[in-house]
């Protein structure tokens, strides 16, 4: 498993911020594992003002987040999961999330939180989804990750 070099993210006190998350619906065990730790790391970070958008896949994450950022949200959290197949879908899928969130948070200077798994099979996913046995929980680092960037982004323009 990855993870070694992982840095260690601290809460960012953000309380002001408005923040969208916005989580695919496939794979529901590993996708709500994520928000749940997306909303723990927002609650540890003083963060009220949020709201959860659910999409289908990881496919639509890019769309419903760049309507967020254009919604005057300070962060958007993306979260999903790919799970490789015996087809090339999963490289189509995480291909297109990645470059398409990474385009949403470039073009619209909002801080974005990639929370997106894109994992060889379920005990893989199960493993980084935050869940009582899970050894990593990703949901909250990409929201820590946001957060954090959101920091520095203000501190830019002060």
């Given at each position: 498993?990855?993870?070694?070099?992982?840095?260690?993210?601290e809460?960012?006190?953000?309380?002001?911020?408005?923040?969208?998350?916005?989580?695919?619906?496939?794979?529901?065990?590993?996708?709500d594992?994520?928000?749940?730790?997306?909303?723990?790391?927002?609650?540890?970070?003083g963060?009220?003002?949020?709201?959860?958008?659910?999409?289908?896949?990881?496919?639509?994450?890019?769309?419903?987040?760049?309507?967020?950022?254009?919604?005057?949200?300070?962060?958007?959290?993306?979260?999903?999961?790919?799970?490789?197949?015996?087809?090339?879908?999963?490289?189509?899928?995480?291909?297109?999330?990645?470059?398409?969130?990474?385009?949403?948070g470039?073009?619209?200077?909002?801080?974005?939180?990639?929370?997106?798994?894109?994992?060889?099979?379920d005990p893989?996913?199960?493993?980084?989804?935050?869940?009582?046995?899970s050894?990593?929980?990703?949901g909250?680092?990409?929201?820590?990750?946001?957060?954090?960037?959101?920091?520095?982004?203000?501190?830019?323009?002060?």
């Open positions: 498993m990855s993870g070694s070099g992982a840095p260690t993210i809460v960012t006190r953000v309380e002001d911020a408005r923040v969208a998350i916005v989580a695919a619906q496939w794979h529901p065990k590993v996708t594992g994520l928000l749940a730790g997306a909303l723990r790391a927002l609650e540890d970070s963060v009220t003002d949020h709201t959860v958008i659910r999409v289908p896949g990881s496919f639509e994450l890019p769309v419903a987040s760049l309507h967020a950022a254009k919604s005057g949200y300070d962060a958007v959290v993306a979260l999903g999961v790919v799970i490789r197949g015996d087809t090339p879908h999963f490289e189509y899928v995480c291909q297109a999330a990645t470059d398409g969130l990474m385009q949403v470039v073009t619209t200077g909002v801080p974005i939180g990639f929370g997106v798994l894109t994992c060889d099979n893989q996913a199960l493993d980084r989804a935050g869940l009582p046995d050894r990593e929980d990703k909250y680092e990409a929201t820590q990750a946001a957060l954090s960037t959101l920091a520095a982004v203000r501190q830019l323009k002060v």
